[in-house]
């Protein structure tokens, strides 16, 4: 399977997906950290695929979004962004807006403490 | 060689030649950088930070790219 149907499958079968450098449990650099973080403390659900496993994923979904860096979130398919934007759609509620419309539950007290401790 | 904020700031400005940028970062790999243009209105963040990464040609990309680590705000002035 050529990696641009594998990402398709991926982020197909999965509402939330992070492509990310290293896992979840173990992020093997600051950005992908820094997403993964946020998502683990909102109690959100998500598929990590961590692109250091796999030249050809790592490359793919760089030209599959046309997007030059990692980590890059998916929800419902759908390309979310990069660090920086997830950042800052977290801190402006955004992100819970967008999880909100697309049925992904996630702990809003959680979200709503780590605007409070940016704010 | 490093980069420097310098050169990051005249390879944005070669596309926003109107838009107000701030590049901060010292040591080579990890900057910031905020860029403020009047053709990102209408634009979503995504669209906004694709023009930028266009703009900086290549040199975000993965091992290769001589720049890891850039922290990118961009968005419309007012």
Redesign the interface.
Same mark, same amino acid.
């Given at each position: 399977m050529s990696a641009e149907d594998q990402i398709k499958d991926t982020i197909t079968a999965n509402d939330v997906v992070l492509f990310m450098k290293g896992t979840k449990m173990m992020p093997q650099c600051g950005f992908s950290s820094r997403v993964a973080g946020v998502l683990n403390y909102m109690g959100v659900e998500f598929a990590d695929v961590n692109v250091l496993a796999d030249d050809g994923i790592r490359q793919g979904i760089k030209d599959f979004s046309d997007w030059p860096t990692i980590p890059q979130l998916y929800v419902k398919g759908e390309f979310v962004g990069g660090c920086d934007i997830i950042t800052e759609m977290t801190l402006s509620g955004e992100l819970d807006q967008l999880f909100t419309d697309n049925g992904v539950s996630f702990d809003k007290d959680a979200a709503d403490k780590i605007r409070e401790a940016n704010a | 060689m490093p980069i420097t904020a310098r050169e990051i700031e005249d390879m944005i400005r070669e596309s926003f030649p109107d838009a107000q940028i701030t590049v901060e970062g010292d040591d080579g790999v990890h900057f910031a950088a905020q860029v403020v243009d009047a053709s990102f209105s209408g634009m979503n963040?995504?669209q906004q930070?694709?023009a930028v990464?266009a703009a900086l040609k !290549?040199k975000?990309? !993965?091992s290769a !790219?001589e720049l890891h *680590?850039l *922290?990118?705000?961009t968005k419309a002035p007012g």
């Open positions: - | 963040r995504v930070q694709r990464y !290549g975000m990309d !993965g !790219g *680590a *922290a990118l705000t």
